[in-house]
């Protein structure tokens, strides 16, 4: 009886998160089963729950839409942000544990204020400020505005792990005569570099959804990368193809969410190894 | 320390000066807009027209004001108390050890990476009115009579935004709510056991003070991120229908990028810094920097 009851016990737990996860991913399950929906099926009451004229949608975007300037946009820009936000962040995170001072603390609060601005109110301000750099319709003005976003964010999670170094590491270090750019490349970095490719793929992946800037500061259709394509080609205010907007999203998305799960677990450490104590 | 510290000065000053020109000054900068009429076939210029407290009467004093602040509010309180609430039942499950646990956990982090503008267009597909899947299964158990006009029916184009909102937001208030619990060392709940402690009151007394400062950074981080919401109304209602489900970051985005009225999108974005600067300067306060940072 008892070991019985045990057995419950121990089912329990798997088979109630397992329910929970499930339902919690029907959205991502409804997307994929969408975009294989027919074009008569995709107006049909009640919905399908599996594709019953299975049809390759996918073959018809990338004939309709310039998928891969789409996604070689996409990456670009995502390539861009992720390499300037860390060539940025790691640097003033170690530079933020070295350095003290009461004037350090004002720059950290400045820091957190900073990482808490809506992107979509900042925009207003960059587009006059990119305006007069002659930055719009550039690349890089949406590389620049998402980068001055997401420096804060690393520094928040990056600075944790410096701290975490132990002195007597560092004295020994210094004692020997490594100071400097030698101490952060040769002693400091390497002891934090894990902390560093998670946060580095969370900042990529992030930045490869990016919409809010590149909508605000592109014009050209050569250059928008496929967050804005999806609406754009697929999800206009008038004429809306569902199906098409889904087909596009797998191509979009599937890459990113197989690179999610296999680091997922990484990732969740990285996450949450500095900010809960 | 100081001597021989320029390397780390020099790597500090960087990314300062950077943060400086690209979210300092256009802080700034957007006050000083707000006071501006921007020709946007002359926006090539610092200074602009003039025009006092123009753009303050026409936008924050206008009668549609009051209904998207209050849309503002409804959208974070709503978003961040279910989000936290759901998060903490879910992280209580993830907290008990079984197979595979780690893995689930990590899976629900899905929703955060993927693309929310893709994210939206899929809650779409999830609230047609005539051809949803939600509208589907409450239709057929009997939940309600008629389909529902999720994101047509200025009743509900708010919550169901804010629906998607707390799908988006569940697994970080999970993840750092399981992290949190994980950490209270067991032997406080075999001390409260032998002192004849109850679940309820080993979760009032013990659980629930232990976790305070996960909890004020998981809601703030929740403040956050639902204050930063765009794409979701981009892709769902676009602030529609008849503003019914219009919020203030969207708000002024539509001036400046659709309207091309720079000055009182500035307006609105000047109200909504300072009530997000207020929020930060909470967060900071009750956190203490060195916890959060």
């Known amino acids: 009886m008892s070991t019985a009851f045990q057995t419950h016990r121990k089912l329990a737990g798997p088979i109630l998160a397992g329910l929970l996860l499930l339902l919690f991913l029907f959205p ?39 998928v891969a300037q789409y996604l070689s946009n996409s990456l670009i820009i995502a390539t861009g942000i992720s390499l300037l936000t860390m060539g940025l962040g790691v640097g003033a995170s170690w530079a933020l544990v070295r350095i003290r001072g009461k004037w ?49 964010f690393v520094i928040i999670l990056l600075r944790p792990s410096f701290l975490k170094i132990p002195k007597e590491v560092i004295e020994a270090a210094a004692v020997d005569g490594c100071t400097g750019w030698r101490l952060f490349r040769f002693i400091a970095f390497p002891l934090v570099r894990n902390s560093v490719i998670i946060i580095f793929a969370l900042i990529f992946m992030q930045a490869y959804g990016e919409y809010v800037f590149s909508r605000s500061f592109l014009n050209s259709d050569g250059k928008l990368p496929a967050s804005v394509g999806l609406v754009t080609e697929f999800f206009g205010q008038y004429e809306r193809d569902v199906t098409g907007a889904m087909a596009f999203g797998t191509i979009y998305l599937t890459p990113m969410l197989v690179v999610f799960v296999a680091i997922q677990r990484k990732l969740v450490s990285g996450l949450t190894a500095g900010a809960v104590k | 320390m100081k001597r021989g510290a320029t390397f780390e000065f020099a790597m500090l000053a960087t990314a300062i000066l950077f943060l400086l020109v690209f979210a300092g000054i256009p802080l700034i900068y957007t006050v000083i807009l707000s006071f501006q009429e921007i020709d946007p076939f002359k926006i090539n210029r610092i200074v602009h027209e003039w025009v006092g407290f123009e753009n303050y009467r026409d936008t924050l004093g206008s009668a549609k004001a009051w209904s998207v602040f209050s849309n503002t509010v409804i959208f974070l309180c709503l978003s961040v108390s279910i989000q936290f609430v759901v998060g903490f039942g879910l992280a209580l499950v993830f907290v008990s050890r079984f197979v595979g646990r780690d893995v689930m956990r990590g899976l629900f982090l899905v929703s955060w990476i993927t693309p929310q503008i893709a994210v939206g267009i899929i809650w779409v597909s999830i609230f047609s009115q005539k051809i949803g899947i939600l509208n589907y299964a409450l239709t057929s158990l009997g939940i309600v009579d008629a389909p529902i006009g999720w994101l047509t029916d200025p009743d509900y184009a708010l919550y169901s935004v804010t629906i998607a909102n707390i799908w988006l937001g569940i697994p970080f208030n999970m993840i750092f709510l399981t992290v949190g619990l994980l950490a209270i060392p067991s032997n406080l709940y075999e001390a409260a056991r032998m002192d004849g402690a109850n679940a309820w009151s080993r979760f009032r007394h013990v659980t629930l003070p232990s976790m305070i400062p996960t909890i004020v950074t998981v809601i703030s981080l929740g403040i956050i991120f639902t204050l930063q919401q765009f794409e979701l109304f981009a892709a769902m209602t676009s602030g529609g229908p008849a503003g019914a489900s219009l919020v203030m970051q969207y708000w002024s985005w539509e001036f400046s990028f659709l309207t091309f009225e720079i000055g009182k999108g500035s307006t609105i974005a000047t109200a909504m810094l300072l009530f997000v600067t207020v929020v930060g300067g909470f967060y900071v306060y009750f956190s203490r920097v060195d916890d959060v940072v």
């Open chain 1, 28 to 66: 991502i399950y409804w997307f994929y089963i969408t975009s294989l929906k027919g074009p008569k099926e995709i107006d049909r009451f009640p919905p399908a729950l599996w594709p019953e004229e299975p049809t390759l949608n996918i073959l018809r975007v990338i004939a309709e839409a310039n």
């Open chain 1, 104 to 152: 350090i603390d004002a720059i950290l609060i400045t820091i957190v204020v900073l990482q808490m601005l809506p992107a979509a109110l900042m925009a207003t301000p960059l587009y006059v400020i990119f305006s007069n750099l002659f930055l719009l319709d550039t690349r890089a003005a949406v590389v620049i505005a998402a980068s001055a976003k997401s420096i804060p």
